[in-house]
Each structure stands twice: as structure tokens, then as C-alpha cells.
């Protein structure tokens, strides 16, 4: 994508190409990031002074009704594995990108954005019916930690998005040939990371009640 | 020399002028003369703010300063001078001279290097364009929630500096994965890495710290901006939030960035003695693992800035035992630096004189830090100005006077210019008395009890006389800083050029014309050894002969861009939206940012 031929002809020291250890340096960074949100949240885990809870059911005071946990943990496992299967066929799309494949690079790709738009259709949905159900981002512990950190990753998940999005139309125009396989590279490996990110974000918010 | 005029008028052809050539430069040479002289401003004005301060603290009982402009302009000196000053110092001659001591003709991504100044340049006035609404940020550097919760800072004093600071730490963040790889990847023929000079291996340190902590102050200044804007909770008592939470990421961040204040002092000084000492350093290997031992040890050292809140006997004995442990490789680097230039033949010239005081002052520094690595100590000196003492003897005595020797080593390649070696050495006086002036006292004072951060003091506790010295202490400092100035603008007008190499260097960037030609190197050197010059120089049996100005019609460079800055304006209008127009200037921010980030991508890079 970024055509940056100074870094892409030059003879590197050790061989390998600079934008592809420019991501992943910066992915090295980005661990940081989440591992701070994370952390934070799990620090407040079970402190919140009012519900609605993750896991936990909840009477609202204001009317009466019994919130039971919020989180849909069969919805979110679905959209979980959507989004694992997009990293499966990104590895496709590049395979495709390698070899010259074009049906294939454009099928694959198509079929990563796909997964990734379930995925924050999935995290709209929820973040809509949250709201709905009394928890917002000021309702409680629980609210604040929770949205700021699935908020974060679908943020880069969007992001994510958009960069395979353009990825995409660049294959489509033929201007992707095997030799610049590598712009697909580069954005896979960040696609990857917010998947293997997410693994733990479910696994901390979701799975372990 | 036939050939030298030919090809320099040759080369002055098509030399780029004109203040659109410095809006879109991507040379690294050029991005690195922006930091220093942004840099250098903000210096001054850091500089000034302090001067109020001491002005206000001359004499008990004053009321120059308001309580309330008194808390801007401690919380802004703070701010100015580690964020504004010290840091873009050191990212000048990261810019400037990595690529020409690890003979390479640009960093790895020029425009990313173009986009971390104006970013930069953005979070800068974004913070300092508070003063003109008399609301600079007031709730000190370290921003301690919740005093900065919107109820006890409702004006918009820490959104200024909440976004500025979250402004600062893209532009970092983008610098540091931009050095990370061209030091790792952009190494000429033959520079191993443990081939490389020292202030190349302490700025891959301190990238890496900067890689591993601006990302946790970023979530922290997140959680601060959302709670002040959408009232979220994670500071908030009334909701179950803790306000510790901030000081512990704070510090994860604060610690670390002790170290990206003084890792490129370390490097500058480490490259300084050998030169002056005529001796290679002393100890390199020892040198490199101390360096990477005290960033690693960095991150495990955060809450002994803590240990006030009352953390209980394990954690403050786990951060007091870290925290001391940071004095052995400390410590063997003052002995490395002192075995450098122990038997050697050294040159008194004004780079050497402030590279020696910055041993001394540092030492010092350090010695008061082990002092309150013990929490029953620290309990004593917290918040008093012992602590202000200790740290200003690290950061001017350590991180500034290694700097200023850094200006009167490298002024010469950069400027093709050499400084007044004896205004150099006014300079180095009166700095050297002015700061003992101002800053030893505070040790006396801090431990006699004399609270930090408080606008004025009463008479007869025994603090005037100390605070008076320190107040004259202060302007003697200034009055260096003019000395230091006349002679940056003496040697910028002087006529006459510096040579390549007027200090018998030892490094690369010695072998090229004064100042580099943009392309660099006419011919990558390769390197055999630590000292790649001094060996060409011993093999030659004498100096080299003055480089002559290559055509480099050949040699292919980046084009100039300036989607970098319209990309760096989206930034900072996104992250303005917080504070003012939310949403709508958010998204108008988000237009140029993909504007930017799209023209980027599909420009050609040449």
C-alpha cells in the first residue's frame, strides 16, 4: 500500500524488508497498549458499586426489572469464530497475492472483510442493546472498563477494515501483483494481532466468569 | 581542489531553499535542524517559566505570582522541559546523526520522520496556546488523578494538557518504531552491532523504551480524557474507581521515561570522552548491557515514586531493592566513562568541559536518587525540594549539560560552523555555577522541611537566604543561556567553514563534508572496526584530506511530501474535537487524517 520504493529498494542490513519490521515493531508496541486497557480492566473486575454485571443478575431500582448478566456469550462466541476464520482467509488471500492467484486474492480478501464486518456488525449490535439494557459507559465499573477496551479493538478492528478495504480495491484495479504481495503482508500481520488480541479480550471479559 | 569548486558549484544547483523545501522536507539532516530549533524554543520558554518561579520564591510571603499562574507555570516548566525540551533535543541528533554514524543515506521511512516533527511541532503550541486563555494546564506534569477529574479541574486546563500530551506520544511513538528499524536494518557494510557507536546502541535503548511506555500513558491519558469528557469512571471514587490506578500507570510510564531522558546523555557523553581523551571507550561491551540492563530494570522500578501512598512493607520492599539495584550499572558506567579518559591525552576543548561536569553533576544526582530509593527516607523527602534538587541534578546536570556538549561537539557537522571555543567556555562556567547556585540550596532547604509545588513560603522558618541564592543562582543560568545564544548566532553568521572533521573523530559521521551533503555518504563506507576512522586515519599515518563534494547525480533520494503535515493537522484536529466541538471537529479531523494518510500511501516516494 504505502509505495514507499526509498525503503523497498534499498539493500537492508539484515535482509529483511523494513516496512514488514516497521509493523511489527509496532505491534510489539500496540501489546502494550492493550495489555494496559486489559489490565485495567481486570483490576475493576467485580468492582462495580451497581449493575447491570457481566455475569451476575441485576435489579434496576428505577423500574424493577431484572437485568440478568448482560453479555451474550453464544452471539459473541459466534462473531468470535467469524473472526478467527477471517485471519484463516486473509493466509488464503496472501497465498493468492504470492502465487499471482488473482480469483483467489480477490475471494479471500473479500471473504476477510466479510468476517471482520460480522464481527463489528456483532459489536455494534451488543454495544446497542448494552445501552439499551441500562449499561453505558458512565453507568458503571464495569460499563467504563468494558466499552473503552471492546471499544479500543473495534476501533482497530475498523481500522484494520479500512486498510484491507484498500488492499482489496488495489487487487481489484490489477495493481497487485506477486511482487508487491508484501502490502498484504503487512496489513495481515496487523489483522492478525487484533484477532489474537481479541482471543484474550473474550476469553478475560466472556469466558471466565 | 579543481575538482571540490566544479562539483560545489555543481551541487548547488539544484540545492532546495525556501520555507515550502523545509514544509516538505524528508531529509533527516533537515527534520533534525526543525526538532533542535523547535526544541530550543520551547527551552526558552521553559527556561522563562522557571525564571517567574524564582522570581515569585526570591523572597517569603511574595505575591509576583498569583497561587494560580504559580501552579501553571510549575506544571507547564515540568511539561515544556521533558516533553519540549529534552526529549525533541535528543530527537535532533537521533535525526541527525544516527543515519550518519551507521553510514546510511536516510532513516528507514523519511515521511513517517517528516510526520513525528510537525506532530511534534502540533503538541507543542497545542499546549502552549493555553496561556493565551490564562489556562495552562495547573495540575502539575505528572497529572495526579483525581485532582485532574473534572471536578477538581472543571476549567480547560488539563484537557490541554490531556490532548497535548496525547499529541506528543503519536509523534514519539511514530519516531521510535522509525529509529528502531533504521538502526537495525539501515547499517552500512561491515557496522555490527557491536560495531556501533554508543550513542547509536543508547538511542536503540531508549527506542525501545519509548516503543514499550508511551503506550501505557496513552491508555492512561485515554481513561483521564473519558472521564472527563463522558464521564466514565476509572478515577472516580463515588463510582468504585481508584485514583491510584493513574499513579501506577503513570509511573510504568514515568520510570521509563526517566530513562529516554538520560540513555541519549549517556550515548552523547559516551562518544565525547573517547574523542577528547584520545583512548577508545573504555569498556564497550560493559557499556552496551549496562545500558540495556538500566532500561530493563526501568520498568520494574515505577512505585518508588509511590511509596508516600502506603503500599505496605512487600511492595515497598520489592521497589526499594529494584530501585538501589539501578546504581551498579550505573555505576559501571562512571567507571567506564572514568577509565576512558584515565591515562589519556585529553583536549580541554568546551564539548569535553561539559562532558566532565556532566559526570560530576550526575554522580551527584544519582547519589540523592539512591538516597530516596529507601522508602523511610523517601517518606522524609517526598514532595519537599530535595526531590526537585535530585532530579534537576539528573535531568540539567545529567540530560542538559550532556546535551550542550553534544551542541558543541556536532555544531561543526551540522552547521558547517564552528563555535567560539572561549564563549563556549563562558558558557560552561556560568552554567556550571548557576545550576550549583540554584539547585544545590534545594537539598537544604527540602530537608528542612520546604514543601514543593507551594507558591510562596513564610519568613522566619529559615528558607530565605538558601532561596534568595537559589533565585540569583537562576538568573546567572539564564545569563549563560544568552552567552550560549550570541555564540549559536556569532558562528551562524561567521564566514569562515568548519573542517569535516575539526575534533580527530572516531566515527562516520567525521568522514563527510561539514555540513553533509543530503544524499550523505558519496560512497558507503565499510566499516572494520569500533573506530572506523581513527583505523583509516592509522593506516593512513596521519589525517585525512578534506572530503570533497560529491555531484551525487546518481544517488536517488526520497522525494519531498508534504502530506506528513497535512496527516499531523488531522491529529491534532481529531484530538482538539475533545475539547471543543465534540463531535463535529472529530470528524472533520478524521477527514484530513485519511486525506493525509491516503495521499501519503499512493504518492510516489521517489
Not at chain 2, 577508545?280 to 520498568?299: D, K, N
Not at chain 2, 513564610?458 to 545569563?479: C, K, Q, S, V, Y
Request: charged residues 10%; proline residues 6%.
Amino acid at each position: 500500500m504505502s509505495q514507499d520504493a526509498h525503503a523497498m529498494h534499498m539493500p537492508t542490513t539484515t535482509g529483511l524488508d523494513s516496512r514488514k519490521m516497521a509493523i511489527w515493531t509496532f505491534i510489539g508496541s500496540e501489546c502494550l497498549f492493550f495489555a494496559s486497557l486489559i489490565s485495567t480492566y481486570m483490576v475493576y473486575r467485580g468492582k462495580s458499586l451497581t449493575g447491570p454485571y457481566p455475569h451476575e443478575s441485576w435489579t434496576n431500582p428505577a423500574n424493577g426489572e431484572v437485568v440478568k448478566g448482560i453479555l451474550n456469550i453464544p452471539l459473541t462466541s459466534f462473531s468470535t469464530f467469524v473472526l478467527l476464520m477471517s485471519s484463516f482467509a486473509v493466509v488464503l488471500a496472501l497465498y493468492g497475492a504470492q502465487r499471482g492467484k488473482r480469483g483467489m486474492l480477490i475471494g479471500w480478501l473479500s471473504a476477510t472483510m466479510v468476517g471482520g464486518a460480522i464481527f463489528l456488525g456483532g459489536q455494534v449490535y451488543e454495544f446497542n442493546h448494552f445501552v439499551h439494557e441500562g449499561l453505558t459507559l458512565h453507568q458503571n465499573l464495569f460499563g467504563s472498563t468494558f466499552f473503552t477496551l471492546t471499544g479500543f479493538h473495534g476501533g482497530h478492528v475498523t481500522v484494520g477494515l479500512i486498510w484491507l478495504g484498500t488492499v482489496l480495491v488495489t487487487a481489484i484495479r490489477g495493481k497487485l501483483p506477486p511482487e508487491k504481495a508484501l502490502n498484504l503482508e503487512i496489513a495481515a500481520l496487523y489483522w492478525h494481532f487484533v484477532d489474537v488480541i481479541w482471543i484474550i479480550i473474550f476469553t478475560l471479559i466472556y469466558l471466565i466468569k | 581542489m579543481a575538482t571540490t569548486v566544479l562539483d560545489h558549484a555543481e551541487t548547488h544547483a539544484h540545492a532546495k531553499t525556501g520555507l515550502w523545501s523545509w514544509i516538505t522536507t524528508v531529509d533527516h539532516k533537515r527534520i533534525g535542524i526543525l526538532y533542535g530549533a523547535t526544541a530550543f524554543l520551547f527551552f526558552l520558554i521553559g527556561g522563562l517559566e522557571a525564571l517567574l518561579l524564582r522570581i515569585q520564591l526570591g523572597s517569603p510571603n511574595n505575591t509576583f505570582l498569583s497561587p494560580e499562574t504559580y501552579n501553571q507555570l510549575f506544571t507547564m516548566h515540568g511539561t515544556t522541559m521533558i516533553f519540549l525540551a529534552v526529549m525533541p533535543i535528543s530527537a535532533m541528533y537521533f535525526n541527525f546523526m544516527i543515519p550518519l554514524q551507521i553510514g546510511a543515506r536516510d532513516v528507514a521511512f523519511p515521511r513517517l520522520n517528516a510526520f513525528s516533527y510537525w506532530v511534534f511541532l502540533a503538541g507543542g503550541l497545542f499546549i502552549n496556546i493555553s496561556f493565551l486563555f490564562h489556562a495552562a494546564p495547573n495540575a502539575g506534569w505528572f497529572g495526579y488523578a483525581n485532582l485532574t477529574t473534572k471536578p477538581y479541574s472543571p476549567g480547560p486546563n488539563v484537557d490541554f494538557w490531556v490532548i497535548g500530551l496525547q499529541t506528543l506520544g503519536i509523534a514519539s511513538l511514530a519516531a521510535a518504531v522509525n529509529f528502531f528499524v533504521t538502526i537495525i536494518n539501515l547499517r552500512g557494510p561491515g557496522m555490527k552491532l557491536m560495531r556501533m557507536p554508543m550513542f547509536v546502541w543508547m538511542s536503540f535503548i531508549t527506542q525501545i523504551l519509548l516503543l514499550l511506555a508511551f503506550p501505557v500513558i496513552t491508555v492512561a491519558l485515554i481513561m483521564l480524557m473519558f472521564d472527563r469528557v463522558f464521564h466514565t469512571m476509572f478515577f472516580t471514587v463515588a463510582g468504585g474507581g481508584d485514583p491510584q490506578l493513574w499513579q501506577h500507570l503513570f509511573w510504568v510510564f514515568g520510570h521509563p521515561e526517566v530513562y529516554i531522558l538520560i540513555l541519549p546523555a549517556f550515548g552523547i557523553v559516551s562518544e565525547i570522552l573517547p574523542v577528547f581523551s584520545r583512548k577508545p571507550l573504555f569498556g564497550y561491551a560493559a557499556m552496551v548491557f549496562s545500558g540495556a540492563f538500566i532500561a530493563f530494570l526501568g520498568f520494574g522500578v515505577w512505585a518508588h515514586h509511590m511509596f508516600a501512598t502506603g503500599m505496605g512493607p512487600i511492595a515497598d520492599s520489592f521497589f526499594a531493592i529494584s530501585t538501589m539495584l539501578i546504581a551498579v550499572p550505573t555505576g559501571v558506567k562512571i567507571f567506564n566513562w572514568i577509565g576512558t579518559i584515565w591515562g589519556g591525552s585529553i583536549q580541554l576543548k568546551t564539548p569535553m568541559y561539559f562532558a566532565l561536569a556532566f559526570i560530576a553533576m550526575f554522580i551527584m544526582g544519582g547519589l540523592s536518587g539512591v538516597m530516596h530509593a529507601s522508602p523511610p527516607a523517601d517518606l522524609q523527602q517526598t514532595d519537599t525540594y530535595f526531590v526537585v534538587a535530585h532530579f534537576h541534578y539528573v535531568l540539567f546536570g545529567g540530560s542538559i549539560f550532556a546535551l550542550t556538549a553534544g551542541a558543541y561537539y556536532w555544531f561543526p557537522k551540522m552547521f558547517g560552523k564552528m563555535l567560539s571555543e572561549k564563549l563556549g567556555k563562558v558558557h560552561f562556567w556560568l552554567m556550571l555555577i548557576g545550576f550549583n547556585l540554584t539547585f544545590m540550596p534545594m537539598h537544604f532547604v527540602g530537608l528542612n522541611g520546604m514543601p514543593r509545588r507551594v507558591y510562596t513560603y513564610p519568613a522566619g522558618l529559615g528558607f530565605e537566604l538558601l532561596n534568595r541564592l537559589e533565585t540569583i543562582g537562576a538568573f546567572i543560568l539564564a545569563i549563560s543561556m544568552l552567552v550560549f545564544v550570541y555564540n549559536l548566532w556569532r558562528s551562524l553568521r561567521n564566514p569562515v567553514p568548519a573542517p569535516a572533521d575539526p575534533w580527530n573523530g572516531a566515527t562516520l559521521e567525521w568522514s563527510i563534508p561539514s555540513p553533509p551533503q543530503e544524499f550523505n555518504f558519496a560512497e558507503i563506507p565499510t566499516v572494520h572496526s569500533r573506530d572506523p576512522l581513527w583505523e583509516t586515519k592509522r593506516a593512513r599515518g596521519g589525517p585525512l584530506p578534506e572530503p570533497a563534494l560529491a555531484s551525487g547525480k546518481d544517488i536517488h533520494m526520497p522525494n519531498p511530501s508534504f502530506w506528513p503535515l497535512v496527516t499531523a493537522i488531522g491529529v491534532i484536529t481529531t484530538l482538539t474535537g475533545f475539547l471543543v466541538g465534540f463531535p463535529y471537529v472529530n470528524l472533520v479531523g478524521a477527514a484530513i487524517l485519511l486525506t493525509g494518510i491516503f495521499s501519503w500511501a499512493f504518492e510516489p516516494a521517489g
